[in-house]
């Protein structure tokens, strides 16, 4: 599917620029919005079409430059017209007939409006309309039977409240796509003409009907790792059969034996199942963002980040890490993180391209050379049995997965959700969950499985690789967080200890040394579980520096 933007449209005659670039939405301007939520939501930059204008409003390079960081195809439309379908045909020719999804530039959407709109399969072409509750005039007013528009009438009052409105987004098939560029470039509104003129069959969709229950739209910010995933029902239904069923289990009988205040800002157990094979429970539906997509999306900037993550850290800190127990087991880091490297290492060594890989000694990435996995690991265990500087002083309870996708944010700080918790009763070590953290922004987690990384083999025994972790916007983002945290991190008592960052970059590099087994998908190519595994080589290899530095200091 193909994305158009149209965004040629200069505003009123007192704007001074385009206006897609007047309104803000978080910490990024409209149309960078649009674009860094389609590419959240899995869209490929080559498949965003933004049509732009080369009007005296548009002549401003600034405008420009900020689409062409955005990696997306920009169309600038060299002839002034007055209104939109001259500028759809036009963009509609510049690729090969395809289902399109069309998007008024100056409109604002609801990240769950889009991810409407892509999750869900429209059997005919289909526009998003409102209901509107003032009487108006000199509007387009539609009018639909069936749920079918017959026609689009701008002159006419509404005499019927509420009346219905273009929402702005319409999903148009390929056969309507071919229609429609056969058409002669009428300089007019374009669903008016779509409608009235070329009278195509469209479908209408209204927004406030989007997501009443539907039994079969899965929620892509819920689906959690360990093999569970969550669809809506009335209720939200998790479940796990088999490889994921042990740690659902921990999970439900954890949430369930939280005390009153502490689980208010857990998922809430309605109800569960546990049998021999499979466990599921139901929760509500809470109907928060995920930090990830706040993030990635340009709403939230790095003052939103600690104003809503400072709240979550004080919580965590009474509530969780306060509980402490003594007396660790001089052997509970080699358990805890070494043998469960060793074990998942062994399984994914059994399939390509990990088989060869593993084998290796050195692994090129970008150019440079450095240790492979399993150099690095025994490297740090030996430091590990030497200084002891990863064994911790006390455990707690954690959350134990706390990374952005499980952190939902609701409309104020103290509104939030600490979603698939690993519920473990025995205690862990603090630096666990900020490793989790910091493996989301400082080893851009967030960035690969929301898959915006791409890795290229450069050599036939996978020895030698390119890594991007995505476009440079986003790479900058994140690697501002960093400093942000690092601050916060100064309220709690982690920063006492001289060696907290330290320990933490440990947590984080075992984490990601671990995790790639959730993500294969046994095609041979393990493009994601490769960049879980490339990124721990550099995560590892830039921790083993400060770590000799820590030996010689």
Same mark, same amino acid.
Request: net charge positive; hydrophobic share 50%; aromatic share 10%.
């Given at each position: 599917m193909k994305i158009i933007i149209l965004s040629a449209s200069i505003g009123d005659n007192k704007s001074a620029i385009p206006k897609c670039f007047t309104t803000t939405i978080g910490s990024v301007v409209l149309i960078e919005y649009l674009v860094r939520t389609l590419r959240l939501l899995n869209i490929s930059p080559q498949d965003i079409y933004l049509a732009t204008s080369k009007s005296t409003k548009w002549g401003s &390079? &600034?405008?420009?430059e900020i689409i062409s960081s955005l990696g997306v195809n920009e169309i600038i439309i060299k002839k002034n017209s007055k209104f939109s379908f001259p500028t759809l045909v036009t963009s509609l020719k510049y690729f090969n007939s395809d289902n399109v999804l069309v998007i008024n530039g100056d409109n604002y959407f609801k990240l769950s409006e889009? *991810?409407?709109?892509l999750d869900v399969t429209f059997s005919n072409s289909t526009a /998003?309309?409102?209901g509107k509750n003032t009487v108006t005039s000199k509007v387009p007013i539609l009018e639909i039977n069936k749920d079918k528009i017959k026609k689009i009438e701008t002159s006419k009052q509404s005499k019927i409240i509420p009346w219905l409105s273009y929402y702005g987004a319409v999903f148009l098939k390929k056969k309507d796509v071919i229609k429609i560029k056969k058409s002669r470039a009428i300089d007019a509104p374009y669903m008016d003409h779509i409608v009235n003129a070329i009278k195509l069959n469209l479908h209408t969709k209204d927004i406030a009907s989007l997501f009443e229950r539907n039994d079969n739209y899965k929620l892509n910010e819920l689906t959690g790792g360990s093999f569970a995933g969550l669809e809506k029902l009335i209720l939200v239904q998790k479940k796990a059969d088999k490889i994921g069923r042990d740690k659902l289990v921990r999970e439900i009988k954890w949430l369930i034996n939280l005390n009153k205040d502490v689980s208010q800002k857990f998922p809430k157990v309605i109800s569960h199942q546990i049998s021999k094979d499979q466990a599921s429970y139901t929760m509500p539906w809470y109907p928060k963002d995920?930090?990830?997509k706040k %993030?990635?999306?340009?709403?939230?900037?790095?003052k939103d980040i600690e104003e809503h993550m400072l709240p979550i850290l004080d919580f965590l800190w009474k509530n969780l890490y306060k509980q402490q &127990? @003594?007396? %660790?087991? %001089?052997?509970?880091v080699n358990k805890k993180h070494f043998q469960r490297f060793y074990n998942r290492f062994d399984q994914i060594c059994k399939i390509q391209p990990f088989k060869n890989i593993g084998k290796l000694n050195k692994i090129e990435i970008n150019g440079k050379n450095y240790q492979n996995l399993p150099q690095l690991i025994d490297w740090l265990k030996n430091f590990n049995d030497k200084y002891k500087i990863f064994i911790p002083n006390y455990l707690s309870q954690i959350h134990g997965d706390l990374h952005f996708q499980n952190i939902l944010i609701g409309d104020n700080p103290n509104d939030f959700i600490i979603a698939d918790p690993e519920g473990d009763y025995n205690g862990s070590d603090v630096f666990y969950d900020m490793g989790k953290l910091w493996h989301s922004f400082n080893g851009k987690y967030d +960035?690969?499985?929301s898959g915006f990384s791409e890795i290229k083999m450069l050599s036939d025994n996978g020895s030698a690789f390119n890594l991007n972790y995505g476009p440079k916007y986003l790479v900058e983002t994140y690697n501002s967080i960093e400093p942000c945290f690092i601050q916060l991190m100064k309220n709690y008592p982690i920063s006492k200890d001289r060696n907290w960052i330290l320990k933490t970059k440990f947590a984080e590099f075992m984490h990601f040394s671990s995790v790639m087994h959730f993500h294969l998908k046994f095609d041979k /190519? *393990? @493009?994601?579980?490769?960049? +879980?595994?490339?990124?721990? %080589? +550099? /995560?590892?290899?830039n921790l083993i520096k400060q770590l000799k530095n820590y030996e010689t200091g």
């Open positions: &390079k &600034k405008y420009h889009l *991810e409407y709109l /998003l309309i409102q995920n930090l990830r %993030i990635i999306s340009g709403v939230f900037g790095l &127990k @003594k007396n %660790i087991h %001089i052997d509970w +960035l690969i499985h /190519l *393990e @493009k994601t579980a490769l960049t +879980l595994y490339l990124s721990a %080589i +550099l /995560l590892g290899n």
